[in-house]
T-cell receptor, first 114, second 113 residues
């Protein structure tokens, strides 16, 4: 158990809909990272928040947005969903802003868009 | 453009033998490299890392080798055990630039009895 929790575990929805994925980092961790893992892709970095502020942005679509709240949990919002958004979404956390600090991953949320 | 490439989607190795997982990268600015291991239905877990100032880092049965001139790194597992069957992701970052870690697509390792 990494100490990072993600809810829900599975999510099935239809095209055009909007969903919110939630992540609670390990106790004391200030950084949260979001990743997408599609069938034929590795882990694609989406976005990072550090202590409530956006710190780094990766291949995140404009239809996607995220935020980190004062209690440090984070939410990833996916809107106007398309079939191709079906993937595993992981969040990870670490205590520092630097990538040299090990990232601890949650179990992931499997999103299926029908 | 894939900056971190794991060209072998899968690898099968006999239990007790050496497993060698390979990874190539294209960005010469990468200065920190990591390997993560992932079991089904779980998130990836950190395995071992190496900074560009070293060419080898060892942790128990796991050794990572870095060849900067070839932009190549490898993970050696000796001896391979059944519990090593998993997907292994190679990852890299440019620590001077930002906190982004770029992952490869992963290699599925099967340890055969």
């Amino acid at each position: 158990d990494s100490g990072v929790t993600q809810t829900p575990k599975h999510l099935i929805t239809a095209t055009g809909q909007r969903v919110t994925l939630r992540c609670s980092p390990r106790s004391g961790d200030l950084s949260v990272y979001w990743y997408q893992q599609s069938l034929d892709q590795g882990l694609q970095f989406l976005i990072q928040y550090y202590n409530g502020e956006e710190r780094a942005k990766g291949n995140i679509l404009e239809r996607f947005s995220a935020q980190q709240f004062p209690d440090l949990h984070s939410e990833l919002n996916l809107s106007s969903l398309e079939l191709g958004d079906s993937a595993l979404y992981f969040c990870a956390s670490n205590s520092l802003a630097g990538s040299s600090d090990t990232q601890y991953f949650g179990p992931g949320t499997r999103l299926t868009v029908l | 453009d894939q900056q971190v490439k794991q060209n072998s989607p899968s690898l099968s190795v006999q239990e007790g033998r050496i497993s060698i997982l390979n990874c190539d990268y294209t960005n010469s600015m990468f200065d920190y490299f990591l390997w993560y291991k992932k079991y089904p239905a779980e998130g990836p877990t950190f395995l071992i890392s190496i900074s560009s100032i070293k060419d080898k880092n060892e942790d128990g049965r796991f050794t990572v080798f870095l060849n900067k001139s070839a932009k190549h790194l490898s993970l050696h597992i000796v001896p391979s055990q059944p519990g090593d069957s998993a997907v292994y992701f190679c990852a890299a970052s440019d620590m001077n630039r930002d906190d982004k870690i770029i992952f490869g697509k992963g290699t599925r390792l099967h340890i055969l009895p």
